[in-house]
């Protein structure tokens, strides 16, 4: 390019020599502007590279996400003409990505999910589509039962642009499906086992003091029995010189040795000692298989006074450290629920006040039972240490316990509170009571409004 130096300004007389200065000044000018117009070019240059660079690693990203997905995922315009899929598409169907790319949606979908592939634009563009059941062409020409979503996708300016469809194989979703189910069943069965465990632990604390309760009735029939064998055996004395038809004064002087009177007396209370006796045996085994064998969903009219105080009799009576115990007891009442889980709740909570006192000089224990329209409450107070603030929150999470190994399992409250709420339809709560100790409180429902059938 040819640059002549700037004509002088008009009106102004030519004068050479200021002219070749402003000549240069004008030169030095322009190499100047050129000078920073090429560095302008050099940084735009840097700048595109550099975003080129940013948009390729955006590309591969988004490649790699794609290729990542196991569900299927095609990209569509508005005419539902395919514009990119991914590798799990290319897998399904078996076909390069060239010979899907431009196609229409249908040729991914068996015949007789064709018409749906062609609705989807349309569809989409009212209202996403979710869950909906189709079948794609497998790479054999296999049809493949397939979950699809379908989505709209718009332009940078917020105009619909095509779709976004993903699918997902449904055996991998019953898959899927019945892994979960098994693991849900393994929870239960272990909870369940918890529950049995929890049972057990306690069972196995109780044994001992049960056998110590049947040693007593036991020993007592034992006794009457050897005392009765003996009458017998005078008795059938006595009869056989009377069958014989020994005289008036043999059979009076037989009368006094073998003490008849006196056995004829005896015999009365030695029977009636030994029914108690067997009755009390009868009454314990009745208890432990109670307590051994609740039955699950089996709901039935009891009275609650009398499981009351049947479960903190056995707890307390069978305890190394029994406690003073006061029974604030209603005469009756009757409760519509699951005995068995209610038994086993009041166990755990006296089994629990008795542990806490086991420091107490003098252990005490008071039961009541509140009852409002439709709720009965047991009380159970201890008078031990109560429960410090910072357990307070936890006690009711398994396995939290603060006894030593062997001892405490952590589950009796846990477990109590899931039959307490759950099972029971009731609450259990506590609170650490104004003048020291522990107050556990059990609420159940009073149960159906019929009347207990009698019996
Ligand atoms: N009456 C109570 N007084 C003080 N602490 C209690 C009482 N009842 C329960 N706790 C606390 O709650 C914890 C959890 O009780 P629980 O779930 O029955 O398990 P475990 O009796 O096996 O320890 C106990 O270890 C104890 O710290
Ligand atoms: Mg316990």
Redesign the pocket.
């Known amino acids: 390019m040819e640059l002549s130096p700037p004509t002088p300004a008009a009106g102004e007389p030519g004068r050479p020599l200021e002219v070749t200065a402003l000549g240069e000044e004008a030169w030095i000018e322009v190499v100047r502007r050129m000078d920073s117009i090429y560095a302008d070019l050099v940084r735009h240059q840097v700048e595109l590279e550099r975003k080129n660079e940013a948009l390729e690693e955006a590309q591969r990203f988004i490649d790699s996400v794609l290729s990542a997905m196991s569900d299927v995922l095609v990209v569509a315009d508005i005419h539902g003409r395919i514009q990119r899929v991914n590798q799990a598409m290319l897998d399904l169907a078996g076909l390069p990505e060239e010979a899907l790319v431009g196609q229409a949606l249908h040729i991914l979908f068996t015949e007789e999910s064709a018409s749906l592939a062609n609705e989807l634009p349309h569809r989409t563009r009212e209202k996403a589509v979710t869950d909906c059941e189709a079948r794609m062409r497998g790479r054999d020409g296999g049809s493949i039962p397939i979950a699809i979503n379908c989505n709209p996708r718009y332009d940078n300016r917020g105009v619909f642009s095509g779709i976004v469809l993903t699918g997902r194989q449904l055996g991998e979703l019953r898959r899927a499906y019945h892994e979960l189910q098994d693991a849900h069943q393994q929870l239960k069965d272990a909870q369940q086992q918890l529950l049995q465990a929890e049972k057990m632990a306690s069972l196995g604390r109780l044994v001992a003091g049960v056998a110590h309760e049947l040693n007593n009735p036991i020993s007592f029939v034992f006794g009457n029995m050897h005392a009765l064998k003996r009458y017998e055996d005078r008795l059938q004395r006595y009869l056989t010189a009377f069958h014989e038809g020994s005289p008036q004064a043999e059979m009076e002087r037989l009368r006094k040795r073998l003490k008849i009177d006196r056995v004829l007396q005896d015999i009365g209370p030695l029977i009636d000692g030994s029914l108690e006796g067997a009755e009390r045996v009868s009454a314990i085994v009745q208890n432990l298989r109670r307590f051994a064998t609740p039955r699950p969903q089996n709901k039935s009219w009891f009275d609650l006074p009398r499981l009351t105080e049947n479960a903190v009799g056995w707890v307390a009576r069978t305890s190394p450290t029994p406690p003073e115990v006061t029974l604030d007891l209603p005469e009756e009442l009757p409760v519509h629920g699951n005995e068995g889980h209610i038994h086993q709740i009041l166990i755990?909570l006296v089994?629990?006040?008795i542990?806490?006192m086991e420091e107490t000089p003098r252990p005490r224990l008071d039961i009541r039972i509140e009852q409002d329209a439709d709720h009965a409450r047991v009380v159970v107070r201890?008078h031990?240490?109560?429960?410090p603030e910072a357990?307070a929150l936890r006690?009711f999470d398994p396995f939290?316990?603060?006894?030593e190994v062997g001892?405490?399992?952590?589950?009796?409250?846990?477990i109590s509170y899931g039959l307490a709420t759950e099972q029971c339809g009731g609450a259990l709560r506590f609170r650490n009571h104004p003048r020291g100790g522990?107050e556990?409180i059990l609420e159940i429902p009073l149960g159906t409004d019929e009347a207990p059938a009698d019996g």
Do not use: M, S, V
Request: glycine share 18%; hydrophobic share 35%.
């Open positions: 755990n089994q629990n006040a542990d806490a201890d031990g240490p109560g429960i357990d006690i939290f316990t603060t006894k001892k405490g399992t952590g589950l009796g409250l846990y522990a556990f």
